[in-house]
């Protein structure tokens, strides 16, 4: 039972049941089938939660590393506003071959910015955290430019599909970032990359002694956090079938960095939790859901989020669950690990 | 000036030669991201000057430093912060709160200073329990400020929403007052607040024991630690600066807009740190000027300016000249600290 209590998954998953709990009963139609397909407020939540569990993925590998990557955001603009001003040219906008093409291209785009990224960061020697501040900062100009700065609306079904459509009875989104998180566990997990991952991050001088191509590594996790940000920018663009360089991806960062850490990776780097990260992910997506259920504004959102930031990470946080916690336990118990 | 006497007692004499060049090489390095800066400052100025009409026109200076009064005031504080190797992401949030709560007050009829000391000391109290969080239950900065942001940020929205009005008299007297400076040029209170703001702020990290801590800290935590140097007080102290100087950029928005709106600053915390990294404080903490920022502040204040007069580009090259020059200095910063090591 200590064990249970013990793992670093089991707050976030215990108030995630939690939460899916409370929306169980207050939702009229929590899952049932309609038109052929699943329906309700859990396929909404996973649903809605793709783009945040494909943007956390790639910030858990480039946090593994010990570094942050502060453009997810601006990608997302890029990726969207490039796909939906070639889509916009297309004469005929349903022709599936030429939509996965550009999708394709967007998503190109999308990891030559993480290359910029891991370049400066790892051939250049840039704090992480400031040049990706970089892109952050340029990229939402950039993406304005390809708009020339307007809302392109797009009228692609096949585009469409992407956000809003559904395969063997589940949302497509979902089945994306299902797929990303399945190939990503399995290159981490069942090859020596994972590892290797986490060597870099723990200490990037003693892997590269050792024989590890740090460089090549870290440039690596940033083209996929690129990648990966650029694929969740086409399914926000396709869920409201509109390049917005404003509004696409405001903030996403620091909701990704967040799903990182409440799944338990520390920000130092040199380990990581998959699972984790996609439980804190589908946990931030609930608790917006959750909020608006209740009947609570949803202008209290964010409060909610902050009270649930502040729990999560001060149980994390070791230190403070011996400052708080230590005293209730026997004082012999805590004298005698004093010598060892 | 001690340490030059003691080190060759230590029995070191064949190094001693070394250190003379190095302290007369050390500091030239460390004002050459802050006199690269001023060198841009100048060459954009004068060429834009040579571009545009009525550019020369001192009222053009004069208004840099009422427009950007406000990232002014609050980068300040984020230099403080980011000296002590740190990072505070919820400035922007603070200040939307600070407008919101500001406004919402005044229509409710509370007497205006009490509102206006009320707003700073909640601003300071927001940040200082940031950096007890950081300093006593160990939440990296970056988790423990973005934290601060959400709950700043979801108060503001929790009270209000939409832009509210500012009626009170006090608000709208400073608002509307001008400061005659020369023969048809005028400037605002704001822009005064926020030099004040950074002369005093320049003169605390320069002259005053709690300036050099905060250096220390930058440098090496551990070591300040080992010297002595009270680091947890220090800690909490910066996060409460920065959050002060927040609330008052909050309070300098509500004056300068006469209105309160829980979506104003959003962003800004990055613009801060941005300015600061133009200015040449490195992110590493440790190493770094106030003048720098202020410098950093009017480079960007600078590209909007030049971006206005140009008149045919949009708003997204600002983005975007920013970025380019974020990156120029961060390379150069990169190159800068490497020689000195």
């Not at chain 2, 980011?82 to 505070?88: E, N």
Request: aromatic fraction near 6%; proline fraction near 4%; hydrophobic fraction near 55%.
């Amino acid at each position: 039972m200590t064990s249970i209590l013990k793992n670093r998954l089991f707050w976030p998953s215990a108030i995630l049941v939690a939460l899916l709990v409370v929306n169980m009963f207050t939702s009229n139609q929590f899952v049932t089938v309609r038109d052929g397909h699943l329906f309700g407020t859990l396929i909404d939540i996973l649903r809605g939660s793709a783009p945040l569990v494909l943007v956390a993925l790639g910030m858990t590998l480039v946090i593994a590393t010990g570094g942050i990557d502060l453009s997810v955001g601006s990608v997302m603009a890029i990726s969207g506003a490039t796909a939906c001003l070639l889509i916009s040219d297309l004469g005929n906008q349903n022709d599936v071959g030429a939509v996965l093409l550009i999708i394709l291209v967007a998503i190109a785009v999308s990891a030559l910015m993480g290359l910029w990224n891991g370049a400066l960061v790892a051939v250049i020697g840039i704090q992480p955290i400031i040049a990706t501040l970089i892109l952050m900062v340029a990229g939402r100009g950039i993406a304005q430019l390809i708009t020339d700065g307007q809302i392109i609306n797009v009228q692609s079904r096949p585009y469409a599909t992407m956000a809003t459509g559904f395969f063997l009875a589940l949302p497509v989104a979902f089945l994306i970032a299902t797929a990303a998180v399945v190939l990503i566990t399995l290159l981490t997990r069942r090859t020596a990359l994972g590892l290797l991952l986490e060597s870099v991050g723990g200490s990037p001088t003693a892997s590269r002694l050792a024989g590890i191509g740090a460089r090549r590594i870290t440039i690596m996790v940033y083209v996929v956090s690129g990648a990966f940000a650029g694929l969740a920018g086409l399914i926000y663009s396709a869920n409201i079938k509109s390049a917005d360089s404003i509004a696409a991806g405001n903030l996403i960062e620091l909701d990704a960095i967040l799903a990182v850490v409440i799944g338990g990776t520390a920000l130092i780097g040199g380990r990581f939790s998959i699972a984790g990260t996609v439980i804190g992910a589908i946990l931030i997506q609930t608790l917006s859901v959750t909020v608006v259920a209740v009947g609570v504004p949803s202008k209290a959102t964010l409060l909610f989020k902050a009270v649930v930031v502040v729990a999560l990470c001060l149980s994390q946080s070791p230190t403070f669950r011996q400052k708080v916690f230590g005293r209730f336990k026997s004082r012999p118990a805590v004298r005698a690990e004093v010598p060892a | 000036m001690t340490t030059v006497d003691i080190t060759p007692e230590t029995g070191k004499k064949p190094e001693s030669p070394l250190n003379p060049r190095r302290r007369v090489y050390r500091p030239n390095a460390k004002y050459i991201p802050i006199l690269a800066t001023l060198a841009l400052l100048v060459i954009m100025y004068s060429s834009a000057v040579a571009n545009y009409e009525n550019f020369g026109q001192p009222s053009v200076v004069v208004n840099l430093f009422r427009d950007n009064a406000v990232l002014l005031v609050v980068a300040v504080g984020m230099t403080f912060v980011i000296l002590t190797g740190g990072i505070d992401l919820s400035v922007g949030a603070v200040i939307s709160m600070t407008t919101t709560l500001t406004a919402t007050l005044l229509q409710g009829g509370w007497p205006p200073l009490v509102v206006l000391v009320l707003v700073l000391v909640l601003g300071s109290l927001l940040g200082a329990g940031q950096g007890a969080v950081i300093h006593y239950f160990k939440v990296e900065p970056f988790i423990a400020t973005l934290a601060g942001l959400f709950l700043a940020r979801g108060i503001a929205l929790f009270i209000n929403q939409d832009s509210i009005p500012i009626r009170d008299g006090m608000w709208k007297a400073i608002s509307e007052y001008r400061i005659p400076l020369a023969d048809g040029v005028v400037t605002k209170p704001i822009a005064i607040i926020a030099l004040v703001t950074v002369l005093i702020a320049a003169a605390v990290l320069a002259w005053t024991r709690f300036g050099r801590n905060v250096y220390a800290i930058g440098g090496n935590a551990d070591s300040a630690l080992l010297m002595g140097l009270p680091v947890g007080r220090t800690r909490i102290a910066v996060y409460t600066i920065s959050g002060f100087c927040a609330a008052l950029g909050g309070v300098l928005f509500s004056i300068n807009s006469t209105s309160g709106w829980a979506l104003q600053g959003s962003g800004l915390e990055l613009d801060a740190i941005a300015a600061c990294v133009i200015g040449g404080v490195l992110l590493t903490g440790g190493s770094g000027y106030v003048l720098g920022t202020l410098l950093g502040v009017l480079v960007t204040g600078l590209i909007q300016t030049i971006i206005i007069f140009q008149g045919d580009l949009n708003s997204a090259w600002t983005r975007i000249i920013v970025g380019v020059l974020l990156f120029a200095f961060i390379v150069m910063q990169r190159l800068v600290t490497r020689k000195v090591k």
